[in-house]
């Protein structure tokens, strides 16, 4: 298993770390700071440096399959590491940064939007959720606006764990209608923005407070069925 740096500080932009093994797949470690893809948002993407100045240019990262297997994906013709190898582990921050933003970002949409998310993808300058809102129909100015307001608020945003059996006896807190979370492992990591803005599960990277998400803009929404509306939104610098 690969100790999940990310998840007790997503601001980490580096580590050391040993490799464990390297085989078509990817390359595993001990430890990492990057995220592997999962719940709508990208895997990172940055480097493994080696001694002697040697990268390793990394590409993508998933999740393997075996639990808590995280999968470093290389990029074409790169000199891969050796098992035992000591490297330095590297966040491209930029784009794992707006990662966060957007991430958050979406949960404020939950906040605005009611009703269940049937899907949902997290970008570098625009994402999307989209929702099961039966009748309603859905205002994009009232939705830029009341985004926004939030954002400007700076509302905390902190994750928190609870217990599977307090997770199935709160079943109003998985918003997701197509995919739920992951449980049989003790326990379950909350997002929580407040006081009182949105509170779901969520293991992906997240920024502090809203306020770093920046200024937003609803680009449009689309029709997708009868029932289900998808919501596009864009950082606006």
Known sequence: MTEEIFRDDAYLRSCEAVVTAVGPEGIELDRTVFYPMGGGQPGDTGTLRREGAVVVAIADTRKGAAAGQILHLPAADQALPAV?????????????????????????????????????????????????????????????????????????????????????????????????????????????????????????????????????????????GKRNRRVVVALAE
């Not at 899907?119 to 009341?146: C, H, M, N, P, W």
């Not at 449980?183 to 909350?190: C, D, I, P, Y």
């Open 84 to 224: 035992g190898e000591r490297v330095v582990v590297e966040l491209d921050w930029t784009r794992r940064h707006r990662h966060m933003r957007m991430h958050t970002c979406l949960h404020l949409l939950c906040a605005v939007v009611p009703g269940g998310v049937t899907g949902g993808q997290v970008g570098e300058a625009r994402s999307r959720l989209d929702f099961d809102v039966g009748e309603l129909t859905l205002d994009k100015a009232a939705i830029e606006t009341k985004l926004n307001e939030l954002i400007a608020a700076n509302h905390a945003a902190n994750p928190r764990w609870i217990s599977d059996a307090e997770l199935a006896a709160t079943p109003e807190l998985v918003r997701t209608m197509s995919v739920k979370p992951p449980s049989g492992q003790g326990k379950v990591r909350l997002l929580d923005i407040g006081p009182g803005v949105d509170l779901q599960p969520c293991g992906g990277t997240h920024v502090k407070a809203t306020g770093e998400i920046g200024r937003v803009i609803v680009e449009k929404i689309e029709n997708k």
